[in-house]
């Protein structure tokens, strides 16, 4: 029996403060191929709060974000936003960025339009909304270049900027920082710190513990798709207590079962 920690004293809710989520699972499931990746996951994620979902690879992570977002549904169990089943409406209050950015074959600008005018914003809201975004990703000099000529860093700005620019209640990211060096990681940064002073709520996929210290409040530890601890990032990273964290924090293989379980 592998063990599952829940600290309650954080945003990183447990089943019995689940009703404070913005986002939540109940009893979330999802197989594939014979086996189980994601096994029975309950979670709540209060607004506001930047929530960083950790493990090795392989552990579910990237699974658990898009069944966040509605891309893969469930094979049992379900997502809840503002206590509803996760819908159309409710998948437009929030926005995904990938690892690698997908920017359409047109200028930045008109990267920036596009998505606007998909979402009804036009005319003068529509062009405040792109100086905005273009000045938050210190894309304004390259505002008529091809987003495809631009640099992995700056493509990836402009994804977060372009999609902070349709403000979403909840940005969802699956390691944006992955392939970059330094600079372009703190730039990304930046642009999430100054999101969630907005009041944009924040969940994202990361493998650099770094990186969830500076930029995290909680944490969601996965391991062969399962919740094995949540809680503050200080005191998971510092103090974690399940043989997965630990174990992970401390570069140590950690095999409970030999993989995601059979069905
Ligand atoms: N839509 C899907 N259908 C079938 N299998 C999937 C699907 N998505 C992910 N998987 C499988 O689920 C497992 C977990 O994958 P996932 O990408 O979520 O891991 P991860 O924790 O994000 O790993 P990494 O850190 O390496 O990115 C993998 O074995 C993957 O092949």
Known sequence: MRDVIFDISTAVAAPQTRCEAVLATRGLYFDAGGKRLIDGVDIGIRQGRRTMIMGANGAGKSLLLRLLHGLVAPTRGDVVWHGRPLDRAARQAQAMVFQRPVVLRRSVLANLRFALSARGIRGAERAAREAEALSRARLDHLARSPARVLSGGEQQRLTIARALACKPEMLLLDEPTA?????????????????????????????????????????????????????????????????????????????????????
């Open 179 to 263: 392939s970059l060096d330094p600079a372009s990681t703190q730039a990304i940064e930046t642009l999430l710190t100054e999101a969630h002073r907005d009041g944009v709520t924040i969940v994202m996929v990361t493998h650099d513990a770094g990186q969830a210290r500076r930029i995290g409040d909680d944490v969601i530890f996965l391991h062969d798709g399962r919740v094995v601890e949540t809680g503050a990032v200080t005191r998971v990273l510092d103090a974690p207590q399940s043989d997965a964290a630990s174990a992970w924090l401390g570069d140590r293989l950690y095999i409970s079962r030999s993989a995601h379980s059979e069905i």
